[in-house]
Structures are given as structure tokens and as C-alpha cells.
């Protein structure tokens, strides 16, 4: 059981914590201007979805261990970021990083430009 001081600690917790929608407007009623203004500033809120990992920058994604598989011969290669931050510079596109280690080692020569060369799949 919390000390009476602990309990006007949490009291005045709790009044200090926004209110949910409901509390601010009656379950009926439209919800006021300032929680929409608030709602709308929210930097989650502006419609943009994240950029896809092979659009990524080296430095902007999150992972340890980078992968890319080959949807022609099932290789799948994996690197460190820090290791691939190391040879290709914080800047590089994953993408270009990622086609190239796939391309180094490339099993599936034809000879044609159009169909040489290893199919990354970044979902991996």
C-alpha cells in the first residue's frame, strides 16, 4: 500500500496527464478544434510511408546485418553495416551495394546484358 505522500504524488499525476477524446468531448459530441490542430501537427501524421530498405542510405538503416538474397540462384549474402559503411562510405544506396556484392559472385552468366547477373529481392 503506497504512503499517503506517494498517493498525492500519483494524484497529481494523473491530473496532469492529457485526457482522452472522450473526457475532452461527450461520446456524441465532435471532437474540439485544438486536439485535431494537435493531431495533425503530430509529425507521424504526414502521409509519408518510410522510404523501402533498398532506397536506404547505409547510415539511415536501423539493422546490424544487412541481406540480400538472389531470386534466380537462392543465394542469400549477408554483411555487417558497419563492414559495408567501411568499404562503400555511409552514403551509398543499399541497393547499388547490395547489386554489387550479388553481382561479384554471380553464378548465372548468359552472356546477354538483359538477362546476366543475379535478381536481389531486399525482403529478405
Known sequence: MPSPKQMEKLARAAEQCPKPPEAIAGPGEPMPDELWDAVLRDPRAAGRPPLPIQ??????????????????????????????VRYYGPHAVWK????RLLDQTCAHRTGRLEEDGCW???SA
Open 96 to 99: 547499388d551495394v547490395g547489386q
Open 55 to 84: 532506397q536506404c542510405r547505409l547510415s539511415e538503416i536501423p539493422r546490424h546485418v544487412l541481406r540480400v538474397e538472389c531470386l534466380r540462384c537462392f543465394r542469400t549474402i549477408e554483411m555487417q553495416k558497419a563492414d559495408a
Open 120 to 122: 536481389p529481392n531486399w
